[in-house]
């Protein structure tokens, strides 16, 4: 079957390969260029730093079961708690294998929720909706800190005279705010096909990318489109315990996504942390993180962490530690664990010999 090929061939040695090569040949530069001395040095290996380990591991577990609720409650609770664990575990596979910018795990979590028997309109319900609302919590979260923290805290750390004003400069500042507005459009307009006049903006794209100059793209925009119409039927039979539940689930799984990394800076600080801005400099960090061409925000993730979060650590050499440390808890584990879930759940799913490497 080619939906099990597909999958399949996310888990070969190749496909894994390039995320972690990108990932760690830009550790390997960052130590290079900033590690000059032990990296340890003045590090306390007390109750204190493990007691904060320990709490970034409880933000992992928080963040993974939060999204296997959420998924319980988006599918009406048709899936098991094992078979939602492995369902998150594959979608958080594909998304770092898959780059955010072309759509991350999305279409295969519709063929992995399909391949649980959730009907195919309801796979695409649940995968557009669980989509919306995480779209849903960046676009109240950025204003928010933004407000309450104003441009020169979040980006306090920026230096308009360096080289890296590109990076961590205006430029960032601006970039942001472009890519939080692309978003914000886009996930109003899947709000409106969703829970609106789906039909309409079908006929209106049939007729738009019919047109000479967009009509190389009309078969692929209809496909979406239809998908879009049926899972606005699913939607509309939602009740308000779905959204509160879905939502409230949505909001746990990313707030311990980003406390891990509050965890880890603090096993390893000594000083007081501003633990609220930098909260609200993941959620920057999040959002930039959506327009990388890099699976899983390879490279990119790594980068930022050092210039975006590095004014929190002592030195240099301790924040690439750290770096390579919280992608050590957040990205690395899901590439191993989805390569040995995938094979498994494809046998069966789809039967031993469908699910065979070719």
Not at 96 to 120: D, M, S, T
Not at 225 to 233: D, K
């Amino acid at each position: 079957m080619k939906q099990n090929k597909e999958l399949m061939a996310l888990a070969k040695p190749a496909k894994l390969a390039i995320p972690l090569l990108i990932s760690l040949s830009v550790m390997i530069y960052l130590f290079y260029t900033n590690v000059k001395q032990n990296p340890f040095l003045g590090v306390d290996f007390s109750a204190h730093l493990f007691f904060w380990l320990s709490m970034a591991l409880v933000m992992i577990v928080i963040r993974d079961l939060a999204y296997m609720i959420r998924i319980r409650v988006l599918t009406n609770n048709e899936l098991t708690w094992r078979k939602s664990f492995q369902v998150i575990m594959l979608w958080e596979f594909c998304s770092a294998i898959v780059p955010q910018l072309l759509g991350g795990g999305f279409a295969f979590a519709i063929i992995i929720l399909n391949g649980e028997k959730i009907k195919l309109g309801k796979s695409i319900a649940v995968v557009l909706f669980s989509s919306f609302l995480d779209g849903l919590f960046f676009a109240i979260v950025a204003p928010l800190v933004y407000f309450t923290l104003g441009k020169q805290l979040l980006f306090s750390n920026i230096n308009t005279n360096s080289t890296q004003q590109f990076a961590m400069g205006n430029a960032l500042f601006y970039t942001f705010w472009f890519i939080y507005f692309v978003i914000l459009v886009y996930k109003i307009i899947v709000a409106y096909i969703l829970f609106f006049n789906a039909k309409a903006v079908k006929k209106l794209s049939y007729k738009l990318f019919s047109l000479p100059v967009l009509n190389k793209w009309k078969r692929n925009v209809i496909g979406t489109m239809q998908e879009m119409e049926i899972a606005s039927v699913e939607l509309k039979k939602a009740t308000l315990s779905y959204w509160v539940k879905s939502f409230a689930a949505t909001l746990l799984s990313w707030t311990a996504r980003f406390l891990l990394i509050n965890c880890i800076i603090s096993a390893f600080s000594n000083v007081e942390i501003h633990h609220y801005l930098l909260y609200a400099r993941q959620s920057i960090m999040g959002i930039l993180n959506i327009a990388t061409p890099t699976p899983g925000g390879a490279g990119f993730a790594e980068f930022m962490f050092k210039n975006f979060l590095g004014e929190f650590i002592a030195t240099p050499a301790l924040t690439v530690t750290l770096a390579f440390v919280w992608r050590l808890f957040s990205y690395y584990p899901y590439l191993i664990i989805g390569a040995i879930v995938l094979p498994r759940w494809l046998i069966r799913v789809y039967g031993k010999q469908d699910s065979e490497l070719k």
